[in-house]
């Protein structure tokens, strides 16, 4: 038996970064991992997704390269190749990941790891031999989620006709025809992507817009672009009557007061991931779940087994890479001794598409749905010079703030770069700074950042670059 100050089940980004915080901590530390390092996110991901996200953004470029004076030869895509490259990159990420283990003297132990007491972990090696190791100040829960199909819509998971994110990752080759269930992020950057290697997308979604967790404007922004590039949107939709053949998937859509028969190629759901708690001693060793089957923790990432911690998706929504590593620095801290607490005002979303969206704090539909007095200010970016010489005059920057404090509650992007240009709005609203502390703050020119600055000007009446009625009020006043 080998024995540790720390034991992370789980290497994904929770497990990891909270392994190497714990090194860096001076804590002796080991991570059981059973498949690579990386987890989800760097294996079946947020990384390889991005990369064939990237392969997708640069067919849809070249399609257009003409309208920039550029000419080049006629299109060919082999999503085979895309795939292969996004495997690449992930591999490269895993690997780095060891690096980093080895640099900070973390013992990588490969194998399924099981709970057998408050501070034992059984360790099942790939050849097939049982190890005990022992955990002396903390074992940490960070297994992560897995796929799953949607059994009550007849959606079975069956790898080849219907399938989750994990296949769609290493398909060879792009279907003909291919029906995405579940319009949410990882839903809708595979309509991208499968529309942008030539499929005929059809993306359906129970809820009424795409993305429907995120800010209506944007929802609404996404589906106009998607519809444009003859993506089928099928929302406020209720399947029925699934039958998978060999090589094809029938199945009864009705949406908007319609019934249609469906036939294609392949079925990706993409409805939602279950937590790995299951044949793990959990219950055993006294960790209880919640409601929803997450592991209940609170704010220091504490189960109710005292020892025991949780951190990333296992420990429940969202379900985001930087949510996991934001618990893994707590649970690295907490069970250092330090007074750490989770405390999280404003966590950003993403979804990757074309045109991207992305959001940090409040939505203005949470906002709503929570009764919280705001005011809004949006800048389109058709009156942003930079947007318009990359031709993304499309999209939008919009804030929310506090009527009274002028704090910012939320602020959402749809359009190029918007994943990015929320690191601003998210450190706004952690520092409880003010709609003038964003307008009064220069920002390079010209950037899509000076987007985020016009649209606090516009809440102040100072805005130069749009036609501003109330500069001249506020100058009377
Ligand atoms: C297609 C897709 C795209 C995504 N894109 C994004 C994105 O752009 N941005 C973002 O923030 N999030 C994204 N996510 C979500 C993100 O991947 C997860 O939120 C994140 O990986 C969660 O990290 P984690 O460490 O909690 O769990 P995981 O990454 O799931 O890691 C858990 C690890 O534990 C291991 N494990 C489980 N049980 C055991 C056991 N008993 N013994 C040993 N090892 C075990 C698993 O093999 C796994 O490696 C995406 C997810 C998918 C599916």
Redesign the pocket.
Known sequence: MASFDVIF????????VGAIRCAQLGLSTAV?????L?????????I???ALLESAAIANRVRHAADFGVTVGEVKVDYGVAMKRSRAVSLQNSKGVEFLFKKNKITYLK????LTGKNTVSLKTPDGKEEKHDARKALVV??????RGLPQAGLELNKTTIIS?DEA?ILEKAPASIVIVGAG??GC??ADVFNAFGSQVTLIDVMPNVLPLEDIDASKEVERSFKKRGITILTGAKISNVKAAKDSVTMTVEAGGEKKELKTDIVLV?AG?AP?VEN?GLKEAGVQLTDRGFIKINEKMETTAKGIYA?????GPP??????TRE?HVAAEVIAGHEVAYDVRAMPS?A?TEPEVAWVGLTETEAKEQGVAYEKSAFPWAASGRALAMDAGTGLTKLLFDPETKRILGAGVVGTSAGDLMAEAGLAIEMGAEIADLALTVHPHPTLSETIAFAAELAEGTITDLPNPAARRCAKA
Do not use: Q
């Open positions: 089940v789980g290497g994904g980004p929770a497990g990891y059981i991992e059973r498949e690579a990386g987890g989800t996110c760097v294996i079946w991901g947020c390889p997704a991005k194998g399924t790891g099981t960070s297994t992560g989620s897995r796929v994110s990752l992020a990882v950057e595979f993409a991931r790995n793990f951190i990333g998706d296992v420990a379900m985001l890479a930087h949510k996991a893994g993403v990757y």
